[in-house]
């Protein structure tokens, strides 16, 4: 099928008409049926691998900041600037990220290795970069960070373009972000069970070579679909109105989410709750749980039988998380 010579598929390119945009995605569909059908399952499964080896990497600060800090040499106040660094290092490379659209779909499982392999290697140097100096520390901890939001990105985008059927591509998608979270929830149980907890670095760093190598094995993607599925429905107008209140909508998802998985354990474990070591770890542990749970199976069982809207979803959780907040605030020493 050569795409390239279908009036349709200029049509869409050039941006000129939107309506033959249905003749082009009835023809990417053919095309993909025979390229990339038998290897749907095997790229979910790949991306997901991804996501939960990222979620551990993303969610090792947590449980370890007291080790590092007294490995370091520092107080564990000093030790928080490790996230602010996170935080500024990932929203640059967020707007660095555009770069990697020049990039050919066909080499995105390569830059993926690549990126995970560097991510992973940067990783596993964290507990012998704490035992020189705080400033050590910070400068491994940042260039480790550099890749997340482009393995972050492009996995995301790699995941919704599997399906097209929508129904499917967002059950994908949340299947994803729960193998991030059983990630977060893996650290955490490895955390409490390893005799050092440092040594939770060099062992999740180890696996991201297992996952480089999946991405290796998977077939290139090919490069007509990516470009009429991101034309397909497209209003820019539109889209650029809503960016600023999907934007603050992502940095307080990502904020609550950080928050909580980074300082849960520390700050349970501050002299004004005073609560034990393994207490803190349980509670820490009951959080990444429920929030396996909620992206595994609540979230797409919730959207399947009630047929809702994701802006129905979205604002209704919210509701709940803030209305669930609000005995922790007057009851922190309550275990229930």
């Known amino acids: 099928l050569n795409l390239a010579q279908a009036p349709q598929w200029e049509l869409v390119e050039t941006g000129l008409v939107r309506e033959p945009a249905l003749h082009c995605r009835v023809a990417m569909q053919q095309a993909s049926t025979v390229t990339e059908g038998g290897s749907q399952l095997a790229r979910l499964l790949v991306y997901t691998g991804s996501s939960f080896i990222f979620g551990m990497m ?16 520092v107080d564990e106040e ?13 929203l640059m490379g967020s707007m660095a990220s555009g770069a990697f659209r020049q990039i050919p779909r066909s080499q995105h499982h390569m830059l993926l290795a690549i990126l995970t392999l560097w991510h992973g290697l940067v990783f596993m140097l964290i507990p012998a970069a704490s035992r020189r100096s705080f400033l050590l520390l910070s400068v491994v901890f940042a260039f480790q960070v550099i890749p997340r939001p482009w393995i972050s990105q492009m996995n995301g985008l790699l995941v919704s373009q599997i399906y097209e059927d929508s129904s499917r591509s967002s059950a994908a998608q949340s299947f994803n972000q729960g193998g991030f979270s059983l990630g977060c929830l893996s650290l955490t149980a490895m955390s409490a069970f390893c005799p050092r907890v440092l040594d939770v670095f060099p062992y999740t760093g180890a696996f991201t070579f297992l996952t480089a190598s999946f991405f290796l094995m998977l077939p290139q993607l090919q490069e007509g679909r990516a470009a009429c599925g991101s034309t397909m429905g497209t209003d820019s107008d539109t889209l650029g109105s809503h960016m600023g209140y999907f934007g603050m909508m992502g940095i307080l998802a990502v904020g609550v989410e950080s928050a909580c998985g980074t300082w849960l354990i520390t700050t349970l474990m501050d002299h004004e709750i005073g609560m034990e070591m393994t207490r803190a770890q349980f509670v820490n542990a009951e959080f990444w749980t429920l929030f396996a749970a909620g992206r595994l199976i609540v979230a797409p069982l919730v959207c399947y039988v009630f047929e809702l ?3 129905t979803c979205i604002i209704g959780g919210a509701l709940l998380a803030m209305l669930f907040a609000v005995p922790a605030c007057f009851f922190p020493q309550n275990m229930a």
């Open 78 to 90: 000093t030790i928080g600037w490790l996230p602010a660094v996170q935080t500024v290092v990932c």
């Open 58 to 73: 993303c969610s090792a600060l947590g449980p370890t900041i007291p080790k590092l800090a007294k490995q370091t040499g």
């Open 309 to 311: 809207r994701a802006r």
